[in-house]
Each structure stands twice: as C-alpha cells, then as structure tokens.
C-alpha cells in the first residue's frame, strides 16, 4: 500500500480492550439506488470498516445503506452510531438534532477532497457522531474514529482517491473525541 508524500501521518495505537469487545456498531453509509448517484464516502466506510472487523473481530458491525437526506436523521434517532458526511449539514437537519439532545452533532475532518476538477479547491470529508458535551465519545464508536484517523485509516483514504489529513488536523479531531 502507498502513503501519500504529501501528507504527514500520525499512527495511533489502537489497543484491543475488553469493553468493547462482543459489542455493536452501526455505521451509515449512501447507497448509489437512494442517491442516484455513488457518495464519495461509501468506499472509504467500506475500507475502515474490513480494518476495523479485522482488528475487532468479536464486536458487530453494521453497514446501513441510506439516504443522503436522512444520513444525520438515522444519527439522531440511534440508528446509526456514525454518519459520514460528504457535505455540510442542511441548517433543519441541525436544529431537529439539536432539539432532541441539546446539543449539536461532533463533526470529524476525516479526508479532504477536491471540490471540483476544474478548479484547485478543496473540502474536508466528515463523520459525524452523537457526543455529548464535556463527556468521552463511547466505545466502539471511539475506536473507530480513532481508526479512521490513525496511520492504517489514512492510507485508505489516499488508495480512495482522496488527501489524508494533516497531522495538526488529526490531533485537532482526536481532542473532540477523548
């Protein structure tokens, strides 16, 4: 597997610990048929998903096949434990969230992808996960993310096409999460 030069990489361990071990995570993801057309997210869950059932073998994973539209909707009513989000969250999908918990969603730059082919400039790629303030995201949905942004969950988003993000971003990401 090849590592993109450009981008500077950050491994992060992720131990094997017992509580989340025999437990279940639901991550979202678009389907081509509800969309008309593939989100840009899809192959990258599909990669941290094999690396996550592979490092985790005892805990339960599973892929919702969605709508782009109900992507933040499936996070807010439990779901879904993850949300990737290829663009930015419609302003009734927030409110209807917040209203719920009190709290808005925690969005995580996982990947930055170009915003079109003719011009230079980019966006960043998001999951999305359903923490509370002030408290630790829960296992697994905390080592999963912690996956995604790890050394092995960055070399799939460069083998997708996509640039990984920079170590700064990473530590940035991680200190929403812990």
């Given at each position: 597997?090849?590592?993109?030069?450009?981008?500077?990489?950050?491994?992060i361990?992720?131990?094997?610990?017992?509580?989340?071990?025999?437990?279940?995570?639901?991550?979202?993801?678009?389907?081509?048929?509800?969309?008309?057309?593939?989100?840009?997210?899809?192959?990258?869950v599909t990669?941290w998903?094999?690396?996550?059932?592979?490092?985790?073998?005892?805990?339960?994973?599973?892929?919702?096949?969605?709508?782009?539209?109900?992507?933040?909707?499936?996070l807010?009513e439990g779901?879904?434990?993850?949300?990737?989000?290829?663009?930015?969250?419609?302003?009734?999908?927030?409110?209807?969230?917040?209203?719920?918990?009190?709290?808005?969603?925690?969005?995580?730059k996982?990947?930055?992808?170009?915003q079109?082919?003719r011009?230079?400039?980019?966006r960043?790629?998001?999951?999305?996960?359903?923490?509370?303030?002030?408290?630790?995201l829960?296992?697994?949905?905390s080592?999963?993310?912690?996956?995604?942004?790890?050394?092995l969950?960055?070399?799939?988003?460069?083998?997708s096409?996509?640039?990984?993000?920079?170590?700064?971003?990473?530590?940035?990401?991680?200190?929403?999460?812990?």
């Amino acid at each position: 597997m090849t590592i993109n030069p450009r981008a500077l990489m950050l491994a992060i361990a992720i131990p094997l610990s017992a509580s989340i071990l025999a437990e279940s995570l639901t991550v979202e993801t678009v389907s081509p048929s509800h969309s008309g057309k593939s989100d840009i997210l899809t192959s990258l869950v599909t990669d941290w998903s094999a690396h996550f059932s592979r490092l985790y073998p005892d805990t339960t994973l599973r892929v919702l096949d969605t709508d782009a539209a109900n992507a933040l909707l499936s996070l807010g009513e439990g779901a879904a434990d993850i949300s990737p989000m290829s663009q930015a969250i419609e302003d009734a999908e927030l409110k209807a969230f917040t209203r719920r918990f009190g709290y808005e969603p925690t969005p995580v730059k996982v990947a930055i992808a170009p915003q079109d082919k003719r011009d230079s400039s980019s966006r960043f790629l998001y999951v999305y996960v359903n923490k509370q303030p002030a408290k630790p995201l829960a296992e697994p949905e905390s080592q999963f993310v912690k996956l995604i942004l790890s050394r092995l969950g960055q070399e799939a988003v460069a083998s997708s096409g996509y640039e990984p993000i920079p170590e700064s971003v990473v530590h940035a990401e991680l200190e929403k999460i812990l």
